[in-house]
């Protein structure tokens, strides 16, 4: 069953350092998102990204944040300057919009640790 | 603003009982709600509801959507252990493919 790819499983960085995580979403969805969850807290929604573009994002995804879509493949979240209070796991999702349903496959996430 | 809210925020039973979990919505235009299981890592899908008064059944799992009331509950019987999981409710706003997520369910199921 095609599934949500996301590397690394677990990131350590150091405050001020950038960092990039990587998503492979299921490859004939159209929509593709990100989500973060701080630890003991909810999922909150990031950005969501179609055609090339940010669709929506969250008071959450400041200057400091930044999407990509380098090939046909990846989809990537950049932070430039991590804080320590970016320490979450991060979730990629993607949904096949062409069916017109809203279910949204989640990757395994991505821990970032922020020091 | 659009709120999703969960009850109860914990919950422990033992092996065999029924769980029935909540939650409640405000939401313009509504258009679906999702139930999702969260267990160590990354949400999985469970059911999507669009109809009121229509049960969606997987297994042991049942959903159901009250429209009219704004909220569905999700239905576990004959829980076990692998039932162990937070469950989320999410719902997408009127517009965009975002999700508004609840504060989920702490599940624990006891030997």
């Known amino acids: 069953e095609p599934e949500v790819t996301q590397t690394p499983s677990h990131q350590v960085t150091q405050m001020g350092q950038e960092v990039i995580l990587r998503c492979v979403p299921i490859s004939n969805h159209l929509y593709f998102y990100w989500y973060r969850q701080i630890l003991g807290q909810k999922v909150e929604f990031l950005v969501s990204f179609y055609n090339n573009e940010i669709s929506e994002k969250s008071e959450i995804f400041d200057d400091q944040f930044s999407v990509e879509r380098p090939d046909g493949s990846n989809f990537t979240l950049k932070i430039r300057s991590t804080k320590l209070e970016d320490s979450a796991m991060y979730f990629c999702?993607?949904?096949?919009?062409?069916?017109?349903?809203?279910?949204?496959?989640f990757g395994p996430g991505t821990r970032l640790t922020v020091l | 603003e659009d709120k999703v809210v969960q009850s109860p925020l914990s919950l422990v039973v033992h092996e065999g009982d029924t769980v029935t979990l909540n939650c409640s919505y405000e939401?313009?235009?509504?258009?679906?709600l999702l139930w999702y299981k969260q267990e160590k890592k990354a949400p999985t899908f469970l059911f999507m509801l669009?109809?009121?008064?229509i049960e969606k059944k997987s297994g042991r799992l049942s959903s159901i959507l009250d429209k009219k009331e704004l909220f569905s509950i999700l239905n576990i019987t004959a829980t076990q252990t692998g039932d162990s999981a937070v469950y989320l409710c999410a719902v997408p706003p009127n517009t965009g493919n975002q999700f508004y997520f609840g504060t989920g369910t702490s599940l624990t199921v006891i030997p």
């Open positions: 669009t109809s009121s008064g």
């Open positions: 939401v313009t235009n509504f258009r679906s």
């Open positions: 999702a993607s949904s096949d919009l062409a069916e017109f349903t809203d279910t949204q496959y």
